[in-house]
């Protein structure tokens, strides 16, 4: 396993996979500095504390960008090798079909994690540059961006099944743009609406949201596993052309 991660990194160097788990953190920064430019003062009128307002105002944001950063991630780390047409080649290497679609999975984990710290960091800017009086909550920062990541992990391993096992990538892109902007709305149960629940924050603005992560992630992180397992069988059953 280690051989296959370190050859997945050597992959993705050069790519736009880099990239993107720097501009989706820088996205949700930029975007929070406008809000609180336009609406600060409605802010804390609404909110009873400094995080709670940014954790909320942020959570319009994070969910969606997470979602959208698995859906394009997957597309990139399964298109190498489909627009390459490289499948062939690297199952003729002595590794285990199972072991190299896990290898995927655990890379798109592992890009996601590190944009979810990148985001954290962000979030200590803001507060230092929002002029917050109160202490940096450094614990609640890194839950505020980890929490809903390891939340979203079922939707990190739909999108990479079906990243691997369609050629064409458009599918599976608009099954991501659906399932992160319409799904979670129809119910909480839905793989899409895991990242709401799991808010480091006491007071919720609105029921959409809830401070659940030690209901949710344990859900997500068994899922998600299921799901994997579950693809990499698929997919080492399957003959790639």
Known sequence: MARILSAEGLKIKGTWMMALIVIGPLG???????????RSDYIEK????????LIMEAQMLIPLSIAMG?????????????????????????????????????????LLLISGILTSLGFVFLWGYNGFEEGIPW?????????????????????????????????????????????PAFSEWLPWAYTRKV???????????????????????VMGLIILVAGAWHFSRREVK
Do not use: R
């Open 70 to 110: 698995a859906t394009l991630l997957a597309s990139l780390l399964a298109g190498i090798e489909h627009q390459q047409n490289t499948w062939k080649y690297i199952l003729a290497l002595p590794l285990s079909k199972f072991w190299v679609y896990v290898g995927k999975g655990i890379q798109l984990l592992l």
């Open 28 to 38: 949700v920064v930029l975007c929070m500095m406008l809000d609180y430019a336009l």
């Open 139 to 183: 614990l609640p920062m890194f839950q505020g961006t980890l929490y809903p990541t390891l939340a979203a992990i079922p939707v990190m391993m739909i999108q990479l099944w079906l990243s691997m096992v369609i050629h064409n990538q458009a599918l599976p892109i608009a099954t991501g743009v659906l399932g992160a902007t319409v799904a």
């Open 199 to 221: 808010i480091p924050a006491e007071e919720m603005a609105s029921d959409f949201y809830a401070n659940e992560p030690e209901k949710w992630i344990p859900i997500a992180l």
């Open 46 to 53: 609404v909110y009873p504390d400094p995080w709670t307002g």
